[in-house]
């Protein structure tokens, strides 16, 4: 290692040909490439904060090609080479990290992310990573970087696997950091932040940012990964969120901003604390969050409206209450009816996420949730397919009720049917997929709630690009054909 400082660069991984260009590509452009990788920007800001020369490479928004990401990396000659992971990218890091050992061999590749974290071992088997870092990010990094330019010994760096004498080590877990207001504010400057576009059905207020103020997440949803952040919960504080907020509109222009936290609303005095902050401050932004039926009150959604919500998306998951029960989502029909019924009353244009091919989920507890669906006053709806990963609770499980479609963890994607409950099939599992979007939006009550909200040609637009993401989606859908690879 050189005795300068050394040049971090800190990459978000290119998609391969089939991801970009496919035949669900417009899903994924619409949902992967809508907000920017937030933790990287804060690993950047920190070690920005300690002074050392960092850089973002977001490859994939960029629409870059694994030549040409590598070839603008090796034209920069970073020192440390820092690329995030997602289980679904699992094959693009290898390919990555390979070709960046084979152009600039005196890097040190580290893998961080949400795979690693939860399959550290599966990983580190490639020997093209270094180290790997596992759970946050922020000091980990700092503090191997620091070890890396001193020559220092890694074994004292909390929360990594390294190679040492041609084995993999692997050192005391770091704890999580508990006061978040410490972290410096995420450094979007490096980012390309025109770039990200929001769902055609995510406006009208551009441009439009995102935030993340909490992490971990206290319940048990079997479909949630917790190999990360946990399931302690923490928070920056109101005042640090609306510092960021201020920042936001101050600095970029910005008109809204969606809080993507796994889970925002952990209490109401902690949405009213927000709140009651924004207003204080006169601040003037539109926002949008995700709410839990199970906490969301009138009072508390109607001081949200007062501050600027304009949105509120809201957890179902499924509408039969044995499968509710089943996947721990800890919440009722009943309270999902009196939340989406509120939310509508005042305003706030709400959005119900949904899955289906749950473990226990049948064609009849299926159509029970698109009938469930429909029967709320929801704006928009986002479904998804159900899909058993490494760090979920239904990983250990769920092989006694259903099996996988593809051991290929690039086909994880959430919007492919890799897991099929036992009774169902692939095609069924399709249809029932188109069903549920065809029979919730082609009615003219949903016509009418989103053709009230076009004020302009800039929102005419953005609902005609939704209506082609919604055409996608009714068309014929087959499964990719790959070579195998397997998911252990």
């Not at 990396?73 to 997602?86: F, K, M, N, Q, Y």
């Not at 199970?294 to 809201?314: F, Q, Y």
């Not at 259903?402 to 492919?416: A, N, R």
């Not at 069924?428 to 009418?448: A, C, G, M, V």
Request: include cysteine; hydrophobic fraction near 40%; charged fraction near 25%.
């Amino acid at each position: 290692m050189n005795e300068k400082r050394p040049l971090v660069y800190l990459v978000n991984p290119p998609m391969a040909h089939d991801q970009r260009d496919g035949r669900i590509s417009k899903i994924i452009k619409n949902l992967f490439f809508n907000s920017p990788p937030l933790g990287l920007a804060y690993i950047a800001a920190v070690l920005e904060q300690h002074e050392i020369p960092v850089r973002i490479m977001d490859a994939g928004v960029e629409g870059w090609s694994f030549e040409e990401t590598v070839n603008r990396l090796a034209a920069a000659r970073p020192d440390i080479v820092g690329i995030t992971s997602s289980t679904i990218q699992s094959i693009n890091l290898v390919r990555l990290a390979q070709m960046v050992r084979f152009r600039l061999p005196g890097a040190t590749i580290v893998l961080g992310g949400s795979y690693v974290s939860s399959l550290p071992d599966e990983a580190m088997a490639n020997d093209c990573y270094d180290i790997a870092c596992i759970g946050e990010g922020e000091y980990t990094m700092l503090e191997l970087v620091e070890a890396l330019r001193s020559g220092g010994d890694l074994s004292s760096v909390k929360g990594i696997y390294f190679r040492k004498d041609g084995k993999v080590v692997r050192t005391e877990p770091r704890p999580p950091i508990q006061n978040l207001d410490e972290l410096p504010l995420p450094a979007r400057h490096l980012l390309p932040l025109g770039k990200y576009v929001p769902q055609p059905n995510d406006g009208p207020y551009l441009p439009k940012f995102s935030m993340i103020t909490s992490r971990g997440c206290p319940y048990r949803c079997i479909f949630c990964d917790h190999s990360t952040f946990g399931i302690s919960y923490r928070s920056h504080s109101a005042k640090r969120i609306v510092d960021e907020m201020e920042e936001l509109v101050r600095r970029y222009g910005v008109q809204d901003i969606a809080f993507v936290d796994s889970l925002f609303m952990v209490s109401r005095k902690r949405v009213l604390d927000i709140a009651d902050e924004i207003i204080a401050r006169g601040l003037k932004v539109h926002w949008t969050c995700t709410t839990r039926a199970n906490i969301a009150d009138e009072p508390t959604l109607r001081r949200m409206k007062e501050s600027g919500c304009w949105r509120t998306r809201i957890g179902i998951e499924a509408g039969n209450a044995d499968v509710l029960s089943f996947i721990r989502k800890g919440v009722t029909r009943e309270q999902i009816q009196e939340v989406t019924q509120t939310a509508e009353r005042l305003g706030l244009h709400p959005k119900g996420f949904f899955m289906i091919a749950h473990p226990t989920d049948t064609e009849a507890t299926i159509r029970e949730t698109i009938e469930f669906a429909k029967s709320l006053p929801l704006t928009d709806i986002t479904v998804q397919f159900n899909t058993p990963m490494p760090g979920t609770e239904q990983w250990e499980f769920f092989r006694k009720y259903g099996t996988l479609t593809t051991e290929d963890w690039s086909s994880f994607t959430y919007w492919e049917p890799v897991f099929v409950p036992n009774g169902l099939n692939v095609d069924k599992i399709l249809e029932l997929y188109r069903d549920f979007y065809r029979e919730f939006y082609l009615r003219p009550i949903i016509i009418w709630r989103h053709l009230k909200m076009l004020k302009g040609i800039d929102d005419v637009k953005r609902f005609v690009r939704g209506l082609q993401v919604l055409l996608g989606i009714f068309g014929p859908m087959t499964r990719r054909k790959r070579e195998p690879r397997k998911a252990t």
